[in-house]
């Protein structure tokens, strides 16, 4: 009887699998006894870089309070929560640098702040969610309250909801006849250097809400807030369309990033 080539340790004909992340010892088929495998979780976990610095910057905000950071180490506190596993100090110098200042990376949206390394779609979107916690927590400050009391509170509500804005954005917030704010509406948004605004949908508005007064408000995305020619004449042709009607227009703030300016103030109404 013939006998047949022996097979080699690369023949497909050995009873077990050489696949190198499922593979059988071999020297358990030839009855030697295999060395026990060290596992991985067995391992002692390497202690990243970065977290002592973690610890340090908790410790220095909890004794000191946030005087004690600069504004990327104020935003890298709040990436360790959204980014667990990774070193936040790069990421939170980069925003900063791209978009100037702690105000710009929270205005800037979720589609530009992703274009920073390290920065995902789910880190956008919780920025812009802490962003909105924000706004709302200072627009709560107006509720309730005479408006034109609290003037320091208006001008630091409209900063944070429209200062970093790209595109123009036309607001207008409608008060009762204590001028205590009824609502707070976007009316329209445009390019990056204009808003189209009608008077008579404005007015038609302020009579559905009961409103007795109005603050226009608007944005200059090229963060001068020196208003224009077409800004002057559009409030009052506004104002003209209100006054018969019983509805007064207070002001016209325009918002820059730097700073604002107001057609009252300026008086150019």
Known sequence: MAKGPVPQSGDSELPFD?????AVDERAFFGQPAKAAISKAALPAKEEHYHGHRERLRSRFREHGDTALADYEILELLLFRLIPRRDTKPIAKALIDRFGSLAGVFGAPAALLQEVKGVGEAVALDLKLISSLSHRALKSELRGKQVLSSWSSVIQYCHAAMAHETREQFRILF?????????????GRGTVDHTPVY???VVKRALELSATALILVHNHPSGDPTPSRA????TKMIIDAAKPL????????IIGKDGQASLKGLRLI
């Open 246 to 253: 019983g509805i007064s227009v207070h002001d016209h703030i």
């Open 175 to 187: 008060l009762d006849k204590r001028n205590a704010l009824i609502a707070d509406e976007v009316q």
């Open 18 to 22: 050489m696949d190198e992340d499922i």
């Open 231 to 234: 800004d002057i004449e559009m």
């Open 199 to 201: 008077p008579r949908e």
